[in-house]
């Protein structure tokens, strides 16, 4: 095949199609900004749940009388308490924090940027408490079971379902990326397959006369399908790149916050990147597809 030909055929489908093949460029570009913002909540999730999995704990607080007279946890019932867990399955760790120690966590740690509250409290007596961590986060449900009636044991306390909250919200966040991807994906079929109608209705005499003088098939569809990659391949570049600059403009200062606290890990430009060699491939491949279709049902000849 002759690349002169091969180009030439190209240029006079865009030239011929301009505004379809610009509508087919913006609406891969759009759907695949959604599925790429699907695929970071995805990353934002997996990195969310190693992150607090890495710092869950069970927390047993122990009654008034308990906290009051075993400073120490060496008396009965927090010294078995202690014991039991010790021998749990999958338990990596037991810290016992007496009242003392409870308090001035409370004040100068968790309230620490909140003096208002922190005075409030200064007077309130804490309760002391027994801290589990596990290798296995299905421990947990179990633990709060087996020892929320244990003597001595007022509350048992777990993070869980705080990381089960904040899971289903980036959840949430990726299937609604992935809907609108979606739709988007079907508004890009409509108009690929509508581009290649288009083109090759317009070149259908050009395309007759080169069968008649032995031109093969893929000789005269080729074009047709280059036009639909070259299309799709600049809307999958549009759109890996207006995802590197959403995350300095959008993603960072809305998550900002949250990411200052350590409630969620940061997105650094190496997820991003992955995201958008994925965000090509899929466009890319998806085009592919629908073209090579399109041609197949609009293109007999």
């Known amino acids: 095949m002759r690349i002169g030909f091969l180009f030439t055929e190209i240029y006079t489908g865009f030239r011929r199609n301009v505004t379809m093949t610009l509508a087919t460029v913006?609406?891969?570009m759009v759907s695949l900004i959604m599925f790429g913002g699907?695929?970071?909540?995805?990353?934002?999730?997996?990195?969310?749940?190693s992150v607090?999995?890495?710092r869950l704990e069970v927390r047993l607080f122990l009654d008034p009388e308990v906290s009051a007279n075993d400073p120490d946890c060496t008396l009965d019932p927090c010294k078995s308490l202690m014991a039991d867990l010790n021998r749990q399955p999958g338990v990596t760790s037991v810290q016992f924090t007496d009242s003392a120690a409870a308090k001035k966590e409370a004040t100068e740690v968790t309230f620490k940027d909140q003096p208002e509250t922190a005075k409030m409290i200064q007077n309130t007596d804490f309760p002391a408490s027994l801290r589990v961590k596990t290798t296995d986060p299905g421990q947990y449900p179990k633990l709060l079971q087996n020892y929320s009636s244990r003597p001595g044991v007022i509350q048992v306390h777990s993070d869980q379902e705080f990381v089960d909250r904040l899971v289903s919200m980036f959840d949430g966040l990726r299937n609604a990326a992935f809907g609108l991807a979606a739709l988007m994906a079907l508004g890009s079929l409509l108009l690929i397959a509508n581009m290649v109608q288009v083109a090759a209705l317009s070149r259908k005499e050009e395309v007759e006369i080169m069968r008649m003088v032995g031109a093969t098939?893929?000789?005269?569809q080729?074009?047709?399908?280059?036009?639909?990659?070259?299309?799709?391949i600049a809307g999958s570049v549009f759109a890996a790149l207006t995802l590197f600059a959403a995350r300095p403009l959008i993603i960072n200062p809305v998550l900002n916050a949250a990411v200052g606290s350590g409630v969620i890990?940061?997105?650094s430009n190496g997820d991003v990147a992955v995201t958008g060699i994925w965000m090509i491939a899929v466009g890319v491949v998806f085009a592919g597809a629908i073209g090579y279709g399109s041609l197949r049902y609009y293109v007999r000849d």
């Open 217 to 220: 098939r893929w000789y005269t």
């Open 52 to 54: 607090f999995l890495g």
């Open 26 to 28: 913006l609406t891969t």
């Open 38 to 49: 699907g695929m970071l909540a995805v990353q934002m999730t997996q990195h969310t749940e």
């Open 265 to 267: 890990p940061s997105l």
């Open 222 to 232: 080729l074009p047709f399908l280059l036009e639909v990659l070259i299309g799709a």
